[in-house]
């Protein structure tokens, strides 16, 4: 079995060449267990933000975003790369959540509501015509009080973003 949760996840290593894109990783993998999947294997991979000080809603977006544009090519890819689903059981996923997850203040600069649900309809179309995988793409809150090291509780206790004047 899997394990539920896994964080600092490469992405993009030596695809370009030996050297390219060592430092790119995905924050947060996690593995859905949520009764709505109905036997689906589903993960959220989560860009993690715990201060206003990591940049931008928008720049974390675009990251998880690329995270998510490089599962599809890799998925779409993993007969041609020989990937094997049991060491890489993300490849073999049914949905993938896409996930902005930081404190509410992160979001207070912005109001991107209307990007966050355009992108979350071109995901999902682009990832269902090109690699056959169910997509979608959220921003959601935390609770910046608990402690770093317990990642799945930040997860659990997450809610969706409410956008300054949305």
Same mark, same amino acid.
């Given at each position: ?9 490469p992405?993009a290593s ?43 809603p ?7 975003l690329q995270y998510g ?6 998925r779409?890819k993993? #007969?041609?790369f020989?990937? @094997?689903s049991?060491?890489?059981p &993300?490849l073999? *996923?049914?949905?993938i959540?896409l $996930?902005?997850? +930081?404190?509410p203040?992160y979001? #207070?600069?912005?109001k991107? @509501?209307?990007?966050?649900k355009? &992108?979350?309809? *071109?995901?999902?179309?682009?990832a $269902?015509?090109? +690699?056959?995988v169910?997509?979608?793409?959220s ?14 509780k930040?997860?659990? $206790?997450?809610?969706?973003?409410k956008?300054?004047?949305a």
């Open positions: 079995v899997a394990p539920r949760l896994a964080n600092q996840i992405v030596g695809l370009l060449n030996p050297s390219a894109d060592k430092r790119t990783a995905i924050d947060l993998a996690h593995r859905c267990e949520a009764p709505e999947h109905k036997g689906e294997t589903c993960y959220a991979l989560v860009e993690l933000k715990l201060d206003v000080k990591s940049g931008t928008l720049h974390a977006a675009f990251e998880i544009l490089l599962f599809v090519f890799s779409s993993r #007969r041609s020989e990937y @094997d049991v060491r890489q &993300l073999a *996923a049914d949905r959540h $996930r902005v997850l +930081a404190p203040e979001y #207070r600069c912005c991107l @509501d209307w990007l966050e355009d &992108l979350d309809g *071109a995901v999902s179309r682009f $269902r015509e090109k +690699a056959g169910e997509m979608d793409f921003c959601w809150e935390c609770n910046p009080e608990l402690p770093p090291r317990d990642w799945l930040y997860w659990n $206790r997450g809610k969706r973003v956008w300054v004047g």
